[in-house]
């Protein structure tokens, strides 16, 4: 199995910064491709950002131009750096973690979500 551990999180006024971490662990050989998601309480979870296999990256419209995603494959590592935070980014914000693992001819593939961490920008 794989598992994802979220940190970071906390409290901030806006326009205030946060730095957001996810630890990937599992199976050994595993390819990661890595996003954010979060979600506010009644509403769906939605994509914030994250990165493919080959490190490409993508952001929601809401967030381009405020946060930056970056990556540390050795340490399958995952940070969000969220700047200029409003109101709105108030939410809980999760780490998905998606495995890619050869075995001979065969591949696995395994995802997991991790527990969240909260984020509360207050105005």
């Known amino acids: 199995q794989v598992r994802a551990v979220e940190s970071g999180g906390g409290s901030v006024q806006a326009g205030g910064s946060l730095r957001l971490a996810c630890v990937a662990s599992?199976?050994?050989?595993?390819?990661?491709?890595m996003s954010w998601y979060r979600q506010v309480p009644g509403l769906e979870r939605e994509f914030v950002s994250g990165?493919?296999?080959?490190?490409?990256?993508d952001y929601a419209y809401f967030v381009k131009g405020r946060f930056t995603i970056t990556r540390d494959i050795v340490e399958k590592t995952m940070y969000l750096q969220m700047n200029s935070l409003k109101p709105e980014d108030t939410a809980m914000y999760y780490c998905?973690?998606?495995?890619?693992?050869?075995?001979?001819?065969?591949?696995?593939?395994?995802?997991?979500w991790g527990k969240g961490t909260q984020v509360t920008v207050s105005s």
């Open positions: 990165f493919d296999r080959d490190g490409t990256t």
């Open positions: 599992g199976y050994s050989g595993c390819e990661y491709a």
């Open positions: 998905k973690v998606d495995c890619r693992r050869r075995a001979g001819a065969a591949t696995f593939t395994y995802d997991a």
